[in-house]
Structures are given as structure tokens and as C-alpha cells.
């Protein structure tokens, strides 16, 4: 059975950064590239960043780029994202999604396996 399980979320000053991570389970995980969406209330799911199976490619969404880092460390099983110069636009909850494929999409339903979420609030 495949679980993603997200960790480090919470409350967090604007301005401020924060690092999430996610730690797979049931699936082999160099063979998946990795994905990070976020949903903020009454809004579509919107593409954070992805990363390929080795780490060496990544791709960030628009508002995001240039302030949040996606990696990966596949002896543990784990990918991370760090948030830095936060704003209250960010609040969302943040999911990571698994596909297996050298290199996911920015579509979310590319991804076939994905976390519970875990809640940013990044206050002003």
C-alpha cells in the first residue's frame, strides 16, 4: 500500500520560511518523480514545483519561483520543499503526489498516489 505522509506545516509570519517533507512508503521510490500542489480555500489545486527520479531536473510554478526549493534525498525515501520569504498568498494546504515516470507534470492528474495535505498559514 502506498502512503505519502507530509510533515512541517503550521503557522508561520510572513516573510518568514518554513520546510515541509514528505516520506514514501509502498512504492519504489527513485522510480517516481515527485510533485508539490497546493489547494487554498475555494480555489483549484495549483502546481507547486516537481522533481525527476534522480533530483537533477525541477520546475517551479510561477508564483513560486525564485522563494521555494523542491529536493529529494531517495536513500530515505523523502522530498522536501523549502518555503522561504513567505506570504500570506501561500496559505494553502500543501500536498505532495507521486507518479511513476522520470519526470511528472504540472497537472495534477498526472499524479496517481498523494498525501493528506498539511496545512501552511502564513500570517501578515
Known amino acids: 500500500q502506498v502512503q505519502l505522509v507530509e510533515s512541517g506545516g503550521g503557522l508561520v509570519q510572513a516573510g518568514g520560511s518554513q520546510r515541509l517533507s514528505c516520506t514514501a512508503s509502498?512504492?519504489?521510490?527513485?522510480?517516481?518523480?515527485m510533485g508539490w500542489f497546493r489547494q487554498a480555500p475555494g480555489k483549484e489545486r495549483e502546481f507547486v514545483a516537481r522533481?525527476?527520479?534522480?533530483?537533477?531536473?525541477?520546475s517551479y510554478g510561477d508564483s513560486v519561483k525564485g522563494r521555494f526549493t523542491i529536493s529529494r534525498d531517495n536513500a530515505k525515501n523523502m522530498v522536501t520543499l523549502q518555503m522561504d520569504t513567505l506570504n500570506p498568498e501561500d496559505t494553502a494546504v500543501y500536498y505532495c503526489?507521486?507518479?511513476?515516470?522520470?519526470?511528472?507534470?504540472?497537472?495534477?492528474?498526472?499524479?496517481?498516489?498523494w498525501g493528506q495535505g498539511t496545512q501552511v498559514t502564513v500570517s501578515s
Open positions: 522533481i525527476s527520479q534522480s533530483g537533477s531536473i525541477t
Open positions: 503526489a507521486a507518479v511513476e515516470a522520470v519526470i511528472g507534470s504540472a497537472i495534477s492528474s498526472a499524479y496517481d498516489y
Open positions: 509502498g512504492l519504489t521510490f527513485s522510480n517516481n518523480a
